[in-house]
């Protein structure tokens, strides 16, 4: 095949061709290898590398739970620099740390499909509706030393670093996932009393006849002997509890992180009247224009097959990391 073939098959240019040729021709097989390069010689061999990747995973330095470039450079003996390359180049970040919480519930599995599949896949309108219930107890009325700075051009809206503590009250909540009309009550206690007028609530909601799944955590309040004899006397109301440390599968704490963020991580509240009112204000300004913020039907779906995978990932990250770095390490 002539040059100007292969240069065309391969997208390469002619000179690149005939080099190559010219090397194989004059020194065989060697000459395919890389030939030496200008500059200064490697100075960090295989071995010191892998020693740092090693005592990176499996060592802590004295009086620290985690170590530094600066303090494995010195325990190690390359530069700090050097280090920075190896940690970035393995994914190495000792400096962090991320939570995570594995449930212990024996039916895991099956309360998460359960769950998860009311959400892509409600009962029609015109029979059931589905509810997602829980508390955001303890929400503190924090009013800030000084007046909060407002936003203004080339400067952000600027708090005090301390606070005023003037009570707390407590927010129990139901989200239709159908509509995503949240309904919701304050109350200063979270007790199984506060939530029987919860639930007095959404029962005046739920048209007459309509059956409720309800999608709720595993809190004592919930499982109380009078909450369960409420429950008794209304047939129509179908519990789906989530599995034991996994109230993140309850789509109310999403709303409950939206409503912390757009209105109250950053107010001042004077009272807890003041921040109730807030409170009432947003759910019915979220009832008047309701949005679910919901994915679409699969991504429920799919981001519970992701997190499974991810759980398994977990597992075997450091034997994956220790296998890479001696892959990568081994001589061809």
């Known amino acids: 095949m002539s040059n100007t073939a292969v240069a065309a098959r391969h997208e390469v240019t002619l000179a690149t061709v005939g080099k ?9 097989l060697g000459g395919l290898g890389d030939a030496p390069r200008p500059g200064q010689p490697r100075k960090i061999t295989d071995a010191t590398i892998e020693a740092v990747v090693t005592r990176t995973l499996e060592k802590k330095p004295a009086g620290a ?4 470039t600066r303090s494995m450079a010195k325990a190690s003996g390359p530069t700090q ?3 920075v390359r190896i940690w970035r180049a393995f994914r190495l970040k000792p400096h962090l740390q991320e939570n995570f919480k594995l449930s212990s519930d024996p039916f895991f599995v099956e309360k998460v499909r359960d769950i998860v599949g009311l959400y892509p896949n409600p009962p029609e309108k015109t029979r059931a509706m589905v509810l997602c219930i829980d508390e955001k107890s303890q929400i503190q009325a924090l009013d800030r030393s000084q007046p909060i700075r407002p936003l203004r051009p080339g400067q952000v809206e600027r708090r005090t670093h301390d606070y005023f503590r003037h009570g707390t009250t407590s927010l129990f909540a139901a989200l239709d996932i159908a509509t995503g009309k949240a309904i919701g009550r304050c109350h200063a206690r979270h007790r199984q009393q506060e939530f029987l007028r919860s639930l007095q609530q959404i029962e005046q909601t739920v048209p007459a006849g ?3 799944h309800l999608v709720l955590d595993n809190y004592g309040t919930h499982k109380a002997p009078k909450v369960a004899a409420w429950f008794k006397r209304r047939p129509r109301y179908h519990q789906h509890f989530t599995p034991t440390g996994a109230s993140w599968r309850n789509q109310i704490e999403r709303w409950f992180a939206k409503i912390a963020e757009q209105r109250l991580r ?3 509240f004077h009272s807890v009247d003041e921040l109730e009112k807030a409170i009432r204000q947003y759910l019915e300004t979220k009832i008047q224009r309701p949005s679910s913020g919901l994915p679409p039907p ?3 779906l799919e981001r519970s097959s992701h997190f499974a995978h991810g759980l398994i990932a977990q597992d075997t990250s450091s034997a994956w990391l220790i296998a890479s770095s001696r892959s990568r390490l081994s001589p061809d």
């Open 20 to 28: 190559w040729r010219q090397r194989f021709v004059t020194d065989r």
């Open 65 to 68: 739970k985690h170590g530094s």
């Open 81 to 83: 620099n050097a280090i």
């Open 210 to 212: 309509l059956d409720a």
């Open 266 to 268: 950053r107010s001042a």
């Open 298 to 300: 699969t991504s429920s």
